[in-house]
T-cell receptor, first 115, second 114 residues
């Protein structure tokens, strides 16, 4: 079974609008961390935001926020006021408590921002 | 500037010719890891290292070797590359292997084995 599921292979959003990228995860470990990364066409992996399993509040970093619903095991990324430079692949990833640091990635969502 | 540096960025080689992809980080991170990225399969961990002289296999270690003789360096070695190792490779590091330590990635090495 997949540990990280991103159900949207591709998404379109109009510039300046908000967009939500979905991520669900599967773990029986009570301690875990959830991460989102951005991969532009140039190929590098850029860390965006982190959410811990024990965090009471949803994480925010500038225009990025994480809609963390623990009971549903979902950690959706919300990008507000989309910009053309947001066009990229976005990966959700998880580290479990007993994982020796391994980050498990979803297969990604390709976001395209339209002018 | 804090960064993970991989070299080379692009590499084309032939089957069986040994190669090394270098990785260096200047953040004094204890944890380092190698991933490969393939279309439809996402990123998969090859090897990781919790600290100097401590390395262990990830999910797809076959055909690869690593070493961690110094804290900052974590080279990936392909003793006898094969075409199925054609991929985009990433080196990454974090302060430790803890849950809340984000991995910082190098810019990637695109390897083609013919």
């Amino acid at each position: 079974a997949q540990k990280i599921t991103q159900t949207q292979p591709g998404m379109f959003v109009q510039e300046k609008e908000a967009v939500t990228l979905d991520c669900t995860y599967d773990t029986s470990d009570p301690s875990y961390g959830l991460f989102w990364y951005k991969q532009p066409s140039s190929g590098e992996m850029i860390f965006l935001i982190y959410q811990g399993s024990y965090d009471q509040q949803n994480a925010t970093e500038g225009r990025y926020s994480l809609n963390f619903q623990k009971a549903r095991k979902s950690a959706n990324l919300v990008i507000s006021a989309s910009q053309l430079g947001d066009s990229a692949m976005y990966f959700c990833a998880m580290r479990e408590g007993g994982s020796q640091g391994n980050l498990i990635f979803g297969k990604g969502t390709k976001l395209s921002v339209k002018p | 500037e804090a960064q993970v540096t991989q070299n080379p960025r692009y590499l084309i080689t032939v089957t069986g010719k040994k190669l090394t992809v270098t990785c260096s980080q200047n953040m004094n991170h204890e944890y380092m890891s190698w991933y490969r990225q393939d279309p439809g399969l996402g990123l998969r961990q090859i090897y990781y290292s919790m600290n100097v002289e401590v390395t262990d296999k990830g999910d797809v270690p076959e055909g690869y070797k690593v070493s961690r003789k110094e804290k900052r360096n974590f080279p990936l070695i392909l003793e006898s590359p094969s075409p199925n190792q054609t991929s985009l490779y990433f080196c990454a590091s974090s302060l430790e292997g803890a849950l809340n330590s984000p991995l910082h990635f190098g810019n990637g090495t695109r390897l083609t084995v013919t």
